[in-house]
């Protein structure tokens, strides 16, 4: 369980609102109680000061959904991610006093208090959200129509919840390509607060991959992976096939090395979020353009056209798509059954031979003893 999970939030409906109030007094009672031993903890971001409230681990309770709601915010991983410099109520909006309602769902793509040094303008997500509508997964197509299933388009939150976020237990509470030496060296400089840290850890986290390629994988799996997914959108079972080669058996044993689904579905370079389909000539993973997508700097560098033949998404049991495989598969599935079955046969004649050495379904007396040893004997010894 997360912190910030991503539950569908309710409507204010007024039995809604009555529990709210009703919880909202019970906890200020406990609040009251346990504010003699309340350190003060210094929020500088926090205007309303909503730790004050939701520092309260037990804050929780079941929704009528049915689902468990954790309301507890832990100070110290919201310290260390990378909204620590964000108020509250920069993403929630609609709260602007205390005691508060039910709150709104948070938008990814509003503009926040802080300003994006480049080009001096109040930052937001949005131009993440411009990258995502003209890929792939936007719900709308080129002529601005809404297409078929809208629901299945992942939203920001569909994919950096579960399980790009991480629980709890699996959060690695240093900063990611954080070394005490480089730091050191900031700090011959900068010398005031945690200037030097912050910027330090906020450049050298984005030095690499933040998420493992087998959360990369799982993160497209929930909807590619998904059986009745595939049939409505008429794609093959991706996450299988994947999994089939040895991009896929390299990332399951944990190598980040490999390739996983973004290496080849984002134009080296771009964004994340430009995926599109193989169709699409400007595609990473269009025919013309596959050779140059294995051939780059961290992969096959020095890679000829040839292997842009290499079929990543082979499905062995579909004959229309991929006979030359799914023939050969039935092939060498034959071959190796003739070839085991042929030497189970030998070694179990052996065997027999072995357990029963004289034994022979021709009768024949041996002409006397003596000639029998020496014959053995002559055996051994060659
Ligand atoms: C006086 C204590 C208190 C303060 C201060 C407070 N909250 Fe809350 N908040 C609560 C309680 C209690 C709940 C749980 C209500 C419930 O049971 O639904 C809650 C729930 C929430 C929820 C989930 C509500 C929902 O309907 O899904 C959000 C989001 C939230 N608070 C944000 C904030 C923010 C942002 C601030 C600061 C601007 C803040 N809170 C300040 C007591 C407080
Ligand atoms: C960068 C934006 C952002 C900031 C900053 C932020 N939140 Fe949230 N918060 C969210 C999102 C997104 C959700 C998930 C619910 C949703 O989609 O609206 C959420 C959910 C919550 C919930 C409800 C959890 C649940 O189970 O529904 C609480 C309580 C909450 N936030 C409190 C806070 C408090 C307190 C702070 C300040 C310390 C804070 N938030 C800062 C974006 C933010
Ligand atoms: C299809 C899944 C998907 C969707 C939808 C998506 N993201 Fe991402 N996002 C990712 C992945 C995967 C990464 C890269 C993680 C990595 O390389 O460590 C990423 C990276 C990011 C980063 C860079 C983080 C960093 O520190 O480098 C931001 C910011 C971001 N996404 C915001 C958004 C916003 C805002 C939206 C909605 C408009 C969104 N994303 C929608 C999958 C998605
Ligand atoms: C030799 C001294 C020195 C060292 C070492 C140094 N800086 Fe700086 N830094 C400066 C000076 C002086 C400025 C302001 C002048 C300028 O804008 O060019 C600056 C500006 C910056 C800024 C821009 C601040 C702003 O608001 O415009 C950032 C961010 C920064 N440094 C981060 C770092 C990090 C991270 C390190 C370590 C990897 C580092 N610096 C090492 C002297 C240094
Ligand atoms: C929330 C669901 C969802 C998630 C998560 C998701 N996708 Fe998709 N994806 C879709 C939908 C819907 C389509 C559009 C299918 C269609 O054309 O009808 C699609 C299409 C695609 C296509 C183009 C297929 C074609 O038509 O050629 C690629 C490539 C793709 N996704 C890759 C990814 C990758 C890589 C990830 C993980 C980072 C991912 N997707 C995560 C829903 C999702
Ligand atoms: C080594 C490169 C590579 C990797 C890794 C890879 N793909 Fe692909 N993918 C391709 C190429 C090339 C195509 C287009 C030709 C084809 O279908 O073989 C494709 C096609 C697709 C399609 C369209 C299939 C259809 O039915 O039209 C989807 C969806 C997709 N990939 C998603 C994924 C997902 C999700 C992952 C991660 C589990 C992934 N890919 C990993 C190279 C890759």
Not at 1 to 22: I, Y
Not at 115 to 123: A, C, D, R, Y
Not at 165 to 188: D, M, N, Q, V, W
Not at 230 to 255: C, M, P, W
Request: hydrophobic share 35%.
């Amino acid at each position: 369980m997360g912190v910030l999970p991503n539950k569908r939030l309710h409507h204010a409906t007024q039995r809604q609102a009555e529990a709210f109030t009703a919880a909202l007094a019970i906890f200020l009672v406990i609040f009251m109680l346990g504010g003699l031993i309340w350190t003060p903890s210094v929020q500088a971001e926090d205007e309303l000061n909503c730790v004050l409230c939701h520092k309260f681990r037990g804050l929780s309770r079941i929704d009528e959904n049915g689902r468990f709601r954790l309301f507890y915010i832990n100070e110290n991983l919201f310290m260390k991610g990378p909204h620590k410099r964000i108020m509250c109520m920069d993403c929630h909006r609609d709260i602007k006093k205390i005691p508060h309602d039910p709150a709104e769902k948070v938008s990814c793509t509003v503009e926040c208090h802080l300003t994006e040094p480049s080009g001096k303008q109040k930052f937001s997500h949005a131009p993440v959200k411009k990258v995502l509508e003209a890929s792939v997964h936007s719900k709308y197509d080129k002529e601005g129509n809404l297409k078929d299933y809208p629901e299945d388009y992942p939203s920001c939150k569909n994919c950096h919840e579960q399980p790009l976020y991480r629980p709890l237990s699996f959060f690695k509470g240093e900063s990611a390509g954080i070394s005490r030496r480089g730091l050191s060296r900031c700090k011959t400089c900068h010398q005031t607060g945690d200037f030097a840290e912050d910027f330090y850890s906020h450049v050298t986290s984005r030095l690499q991959k933040t998420r493992e390629s087998k959360e990369i994988v799982e993160v497209c799996a929930k909807c590619h992976g998904d059986p009745a997914f595939q049939k409505r959108h008429n794609l093959d079972n991706v996450i299988e096939s994947y999994k089939e080669t040895f991009h896929g058996k390299a990332v399951s044993f944990g190598s980040n090395e490999t390739a996983d689904c973004l290496d080849c579905h984002v134009v080296y370079g771009e964004s994340v979020h430009s995926v599109e389909s193989h169709k699409e000539p400007t595609a990473s993973t269009h025919k013309n353009n596959i050779a140059a997508t294995c051939r780059n700097e961290e992969c096959h560098f020095k890679a000829g056209e040839a292997l842009a033949s290499y079929q990543v998404h082979t499905d062995y049991d579909n004959a229309e798509k991929y006979p030359m495989q799914y023939y050969m598969l039935k092939f060498f599935k034959g071959l190796m059954a003739a070839v085991l079955y042929f030497f189970v046969v030998v070694i179990f004649l052996e065997l027999l031979r072995r357990l029963f050495p004289n034994f022979s379904f021709i009768k024949e007396k041996p002409a006397d003893a003596e000639s029998v040893l020496r014959n053995n004997s002559t055996e051994k010894g060659a």
